[in-house]
């Protein structure tokens, strides 16, 4: 376990380590002079571990990666990785531009062990200003000690956590619990009689998937709700995706607040629909299972949302209610998955130490600039000395791709330009064919 030590001021903190933050580090390690610590409180880098399921890859292309965008060059490109690895001929032969999820997980564990910036183990428990920088308190979860450390700016990228809706808390972690989780009970989930999984996009049908190819060696009927109006794929156009470049989101920044939230509707499909892939391997099951008449004991019903889940004699009953033709009935299912998304997992101590000092958009979005600082009340008086960086809770500031792996490193170009106050990497622009504005004067 590497130790830290106070000594100096620092150029830069950051607070979690997970794809962003540690990207950040790769970049500023590799082309900087920047002093730089990560801090995360985990004991090592794990990437959605209760959700790496064999066989599940990722949502973008490997090009996608920690670097590669801003450095194609870049020693800890995943093309680096397979070569180190001796899997370059292995991955050619693939034929894939989608990497295995468990893949993309080795190859940031591999890029943690080479970096001399980041410590895990080690929470940051709180953040205030001093002067002209943060004074930003560590304690090492080892040993307990607590130590102060100083930086001119800090970055915020401590993810997201599950999100589980009012009704369905409090109850035993083994029988119902969220998709995060899904992987450390499923040993116990598929001795169910029947298994319900609850809420729509891909983890949810990468949970009934994963059940399904499973089904033939047990005996639980299997079962899908969501209120969503039905199971829908993720719109994968090439044009589509080009809502995922930097030029869209120098357009979505520009508009006002209510043009924004309302763009992020509109855009829904971008964000929260399952890969086709995934789709079109659930349906083969179904339909090959269904030859000779055979009945499946499978459940799916979108338009129905669940109100509640509460303990019966056994397993549980859940409230539910199909709100397009208002029938509310009760379902009774052994174990249920919540496939209910996430919400920024944003420090205890932010809003005591910064609620009061940076504006808001809404009661729950802070407003955030281009190059991503919060943006302060006071702005004349955080203009040069010292800047708080978000990489997190950025939909309604930065749009559909927030979440989007591929947008990690332009994020990082433009907080390393402006902590640097110089061009260490290029930015990507004019990198699309589709425009959002027309230009009055052609």
Known sequence: MKKVRKKELLDVIGIGIGPYNLSLAALIEE????????????????????????LTDLQVPFIADLVTFANPKSQYSFLNYLHSQNRMYQ????????????????????????????????????????????KVVVRDNGTHKVTEYYSRHVVLG????????????????????????YLFHKDTTVKGSVITI???????????????????????????????????????????????????????????FNQRIAALDTLDH????????????????????????KKDNITIQPL?????????????????????????????????????????????????????KIQWEDEKRFKVSRDYKLVYKDE??????????TLKNLEHSHGAGATNLGLAVDRNIQVINDIAREEVYPLQRNTIFSQFTMDQDS
């Open 380 to 389: 004349k008086e955080h203009s040069r000395s010292h800047h708080f960086y």
């Open 91 to 134: 991955f050619f032969f693939f034929h894939r531009l989608e990497i295995p999820r468990q893949e993309y997980n080795h190859y940031a564990q591999w890029v943690v062990e080479q970096l001399s910036s980041c410590y895990f183990d080690y929470e940051v428990i709180d953040v205030m200003e001093e002067g002209n920088c943060y």
């Open 158 to 181: 401590t993810g997201t956590k599950p999100l589980v809706l009012e009704g369905m808390s409090g109850l035993p972690q083994e029988d119902v619990h969220h998709t995060s989780h």
């Open 270 to 293: 971008l964000r929260n629909g399952i890969d086709p892939v995934t789709l079109n391997n659930i349906y083969n099951i179904l339909y090959n299972r269904s030859i000779g008449d």
């Open 304 to 356: 129905t949302e669940i109100e509640e889940i509460f303990k019966i004699e056994e397993g549980y009953s859940l409230k539910c209610r199909q709100w397009q033709v208002e029938q509310s009935f009760q379902y009774e299912s052994d174990k249920v998955i919540l496939a209910t998304g996430y919400i920024p997992n944003i420090p205890s101590w932010f809003n005591n130490r910064f609620g009061e």
């Open 31 to 54: 082309k900087t002079d920047l002093n730089a610590k990560f801090f995360d409180q985990t004991s090592q880098f794990e990437w959605h571990p209760g959700m790496l399921i064999d």
């Open 198 to 256: 609850i809420g729509s996009g891909q983890s949810a049908a990468e949970v009934f998937y994963d059940l399904l190819k499973e089904q033939d060696k047990h005996e639980y009927h299997l079962t899908w709700l969501t209120r969503s109006e039905g199971i829908l794929q993720l719109e994968s156009s090439k044009l589509g995706q080009e809502f995922f470049a930097p030029d869209y989101i120098d357009y979505f920044h520009q508009l006002s």
